[in-house]
């Protein structure tokens, strides 16, 4: 019996594209690469170079500004060209490093060094996942060396690495899992040090037959460890959904997994920490596919942060002849980010661009209607929420009931209502604007500011 969660839905996952793309490490060609200092949640980092200096691969261009904060490495040997605001991912003008590449990728010293992991402390262990700058690659970016370190550590019962990639398209997980899977699982065992009593589940939906075939030869014979297939449904990958999968405990948004006894990472940030504690090696570089009807050769990378999401749609074969490219997105289709421009760097957790021939929101825009109060926003919904509801409440402006009495700030936002709504409304869409409004408002309270 293969384990899930309440709610949900079965996109097409169109995995097909790039599932039998093996991983292919692409290296830039000399030029400008840009490494913002916001990557992750919490306050960006600060840089500790300036123009002119030179850099290696593997050397912090920016310390951690906190506890939480993370460091950013640069991934490539030159010269810093300057430390300005560029536009990013996200649409925003953001501090960043910008490093002229020379080409040579020449290393810091002991870069790629083994070390062995069971001589370290657990201090020892999150400083240098700290120093590394790890992050959640699975999308959020939450810093994991805080991640790691809950108040209680002895009272983590389940450490959950989600090997799901539930999103439409990507498949970057599904490779590093197959050709990788001891990375991962060294990882794992470094993390499972820092918690006594826990017992690691590595959760993969059941259409990654061949990653799970990996993982299991991996972690066979190793302590602690197991592999639990999962039903293929999204948003599987969710933190809160995967949780309710595996350990069958129901919890609000609002509450931290530690606080339930759990710590989640993504199998690409594990096999990062194994990278970071063992092989002394930074987080400059992860995997990343591109895909999308419009793509000429879907493909899965090792991609360098700071590359130009423009350098990689080109190692693919630009877009396909007689394809109109309609929609550009970093992500998937669900939860993705939609990009003005290809000439934007990839940041720590982008795990996916997602090129379109059709623009489904524009598509589902011709046919909007009023709502049809059919119900089923609510029946797929994972969290529990009434949709239908939270929207009438934005539209009245009745901010008090969409998050006190509606739970409209437990919104996830992973787009299974907007996805399963006849009517077509852009309820996502109308949550994630609302939320961010909201969060605004509490931000200038708190600081005795307006609005």
Partial sequence: MYISFRGGIHPKGHKELSREAALRRFDPSPGEMVFPLSQHIGKPAKAIV??????????KLAEADGFVSACVISSCSGTVKAVEKRRTIAGTLTECVVVENDGRYTPIAGLGTRQDPSTLSGEEILARVRDAGIIGLGGAGFPTHVKLAPKAPEQIRWLIANGAECEPYISCNDQLMRSHAAGIVEGLEIALRLFPNAECVIGIERNKPQAI?????????KARMRILPLRTKYPQGGEHSLIRAITGVDFPVSMLPAELGCIVLNVGTAYAVGRAVAWNEPLYEHVLTVSGEAVRTPSNFIARDGTSLAQLLEACGGIREGVTLKKALSGGPMMGIAVASLELPIQKNTNALTLLAEDPSELAQARMTACLHCGRCSTVCPNG???????DAIHMKNWARYEKKLYGLDCIACGCCTYICPARRPLTQMFKQTKAEIMARKRAEQTGGRK
Avoid: C, E, Y
């Fill in 385 to 391: 929420l009434v949709p239908a509801l939270m929207a």
């Fill in 50 to 59: 300036r123009k002119n200096d030179p850099v290696l691969v593997g050397q």
């Fill in 213 to 221: 075939a990996s993982m299991r030869q991996a972690v066979s014979g």
